[in-house]
């Protein structure tokens, strides 16, 4: 009943805004590679980078430093840049 009314989409931005505001680098979450919504969200923000885990499962890193610190370049090994299918 609450699908596709905007909540994740609200949720993130403030999410978001807070992590800038706290200086934190990094969010983590974890998805199924099927879920649309999520690959919708992912569309809109910069620097979100996947890893593949268990099979239809996967891992999420967006990146909210401007600069990447030692530390974070580390964790993202084994990621990639997320890209967005055309449409």
Known sequence: QYQSKGLGT???????KAAEERGIEILRSN???????????MARLPH???KLAD???MEIRHVVADQLSADLEQEL???TLWKPPLS
């Open 10 to 16: 609200a949720l993130l931005s403030r999410v978001w």
């Open 55 to 57: 099979p239809g499962e």
């Open 31 to 41: 998805s199924f590679s099927d879920n649309a919504a999520v690959l919708r969200l």
């Open 48 to 50: 979100a980078y996947v």
């Open 77 to 79: 090994q084994g990621f």
